[in-house]
Protein backbone atom coordinates (compact mmCIF):
# COMPACT_ATOMS: atom_id res chain seq x y z
CA UNK A 1 0.00 0.00 0.00
CA UNK A 2 1.58 3.35 -1.49
CA UNK A 3 1.86 5.61 2.27
CA UNK A 4 2.80 9.48 2.17
CA UNK A 5 2.47 10.77 5.61
CA UNK A 6 3.08 14.18 6.48
CA UNK A 7 3.92 15.47 9.95
CA UNK A 8 5.66 18.17 12.01
CA UNK A 9 3.20 21.06 11.52
CA UNK A 10 2.25 23.03 14.89
CA UNK A 11 1.57 26.72 15.63
CA UNK A 12 4.44 28.95 15.42
CA UNK A 13 4.70 33.03 15.69
CA UNK A 14 5.68 35.05 12.95
CA UNK A 15 9.47 34.89 12.75
CA UNK A 16 9.39 31.38 13.81
CA UNK A 17 10.67 27.59 12.14
CA UNK A 18 9.08 24.51 11.98
CA UNK A 19 10.19 21.41 10.02
CA UNK A 20 7.78 19.29 8.41
CA UNK A 21 8.70 15.51 7.34
CA UNK A 22 7.27 13.10 4.36
CA UNK A 23 7.78 9.72 5.16
CA UNK A 24 6.59 7.21 2.52
CA UNK A 25 6.20 3.56 2.15
CA UNK A 26 4.96 1.33 -0.54
CA UNK A 27 6.66 2.37 -3.39
CA UNK A 28 10.13 3.03 -4.62
CA UNK A 29 10.92 6.61 -3.12
CA UNK A 30 14.05 6.73 -5.38
CA UNK A 31 11.86 6.96 -8.84
CA UNK A 32 9.93 10.10 -7.60
CA UNK A 33 10.46 13.90 -7.08
CA UNK A 34 8.73 14.86 -4.22
CA UNK A 35 6.93 18.30 -3.93
CA UNK A 36 5.14 20.09 -1.36
CA UNK A 37 2.11 21.63 -1.66
CA UNK A 38 -0.35 23.78 0.41
CA UNK A 39 -3.23 25.36 0.34
CA UNK A 40 -5.19 28.01 2.43
CA UNK A 41 -8.27 28.63 3.74
CA UNK A 42 -9.98 29.80 0.75
CA UNK A 43 -7.59 29.35 -1.87
CA UNK A 44 -6.25 26.90 -4.56
CA UNK A 45 -3.54 25.17 -3.25
CA UNK A 46 -0.17 25.98 -4.44
CA UNK A 47 3.10 24.62 -5.21
CA UNK A 48 5.81 25.34 -3.02
CA UNK A 49 8.74 23.31 -3.43
CA UNK A 50 10.00 20.19 -5.68
CA UNK A 51 13.16 17.98 -5.23
CA UNK A 52 14.65 15.92 -7.77
CA UNK A 53 14.82 12.47 -7.23
CA UNK A 54 18.51 12.15 -6.43
CA UNK A 55 18.09 15.80 -4.37
CA UNK A 56 20.38 17.36 -6.63
CA UNK A 57 18.10 19.70 -7.88
CA UNK A 58 15.16 21.43 -5.98
CA UNK A 59 12.80 24.40 -7.07
CA UNK A 60 10.87 26.37 -4.88
CA UNK A 61 7.66 28.72 -4.96
CA UNK A 62 9.11 32.83 -5.30
CA UNK A 63 6.71 33.05 -1.94
CA UNK A 64 9.10 30.76 -0.06
CA UNK A 65 12.42 31.14 -1.32
CA UNK A 66 15.15 32.03 0.84
CA UNK A 67 13.34 31.02 3.30
CA UNK A 68 11.82 27.39 3.15
CA UNK A 69 14.94 24.30 2.18
CA UNK A 70 13.28 20.80 0.68
CA UNK A 71 15.78 17.84 1.14
CA UNK A 72 15.24 14.17 0.85
CA UNK A 73 16.86 10.95 2.60
CA UNK A 74 16.81 7.93 0.02
CA UNK A 75 17.49 5.61 2.79
CA UNK A 76 14.97 6.60 5.18
CA UNK A 77 12.48 7.33 2.71
CA UNK A 78 12.00 10.65 4.06
CA UNK A 79 11.73 14.45 2.01
CA UNK A 80 11.55 17.45 4.91
CA UNK A 81 10.89 20.40 4.21
CA UNK A 82 12.49 23.73 6.58
CA UNK A 83 10.86 26.48 7.43
CA UNK A 84 12.36 29.40 8.45
CA UNK A 85 11.22 33.07 9.10
CA UNK A 86 7.41 32.32 9.14
CA UNK A 87 4.78 34.40 8.10
CA UNK A 88 0.92 34.73 8.92
CA UNK A 89 0.72 33.98 4.99
CA UNK A 90 2.40 30.63 5.32
CA UNK A 91 -0.72 29.32 7.22
CA UNK A 92 -2.03 26.38 5.23
CA UNK A 93 -2.24 23.00 5.07
CA UNK A 94 0.63 21.27 3.60
CA UNK A 95 1.32 17.98 1.80
CA UNK A 96 3.47 16.16 0.04
CA UNK A 97 3.13 14.46 -3.42
CA UNK A 98 5.65 12.74 -5.79
CA UNK A 99 5.81 13.42 -9.32
CA UNK A 100 5.43 10.57 -11.78
CA UNK A 101 7.83 7.70 -11.95
CA UNK A 102 11.16 8.43 -13.46
CA UNK A 103 9.98 11.77 -14.02
CA UNK A 104 11.78 15.14 -12.65
CA UNK A 105 9.04 17.46 -12.37
CA UNK A 106 6.43 17.74 -9.57
CA UNK A 107 3.93 19.50 -11.85
CA UNK A 108 1.87 15.72 -11.91
CA UNK A 109 1.37 13.79 -9.17
CA UNK A 110 1.22 9.98 -8.76
CA UNK A 111 0.69 10.11 -5.41
CA UNK A 112 -0.48 12.47 -2.42
CA UNK A 113 0.01 12.59 1.01
CA UNK A 114 -2.72 13.23 3.65
CA UNK A 115 -1.56 17.23 5.10
CA UNK A 116 -0.18 18.71 8.02
CA UNK A 117 -1.76 21.95 8.87
CA UNK A 118 0.78 24.75 10.00
CA UNK A 119 -0.05 28.24 11.68
CA UNK A 120 1.42 31.31 11.76
CA UNK A 121 -0.14 33.62 14.33
CA UNK A 122 1.02 35.82 17.34
Known amino acids: EVQLQAYGGGLVQPGGSLRLSCAASGFTFADYAIGWFRQAPGKEREGVSC????????YYADSVKGRFTTSRDNVDDTVYLQMNSLKPEDTAIYYC???????????????WGQGTLVTVSS
Open 51 to 58: ISRSGGST
Open 97 to 111: ATGRRYDNKCSTNDY
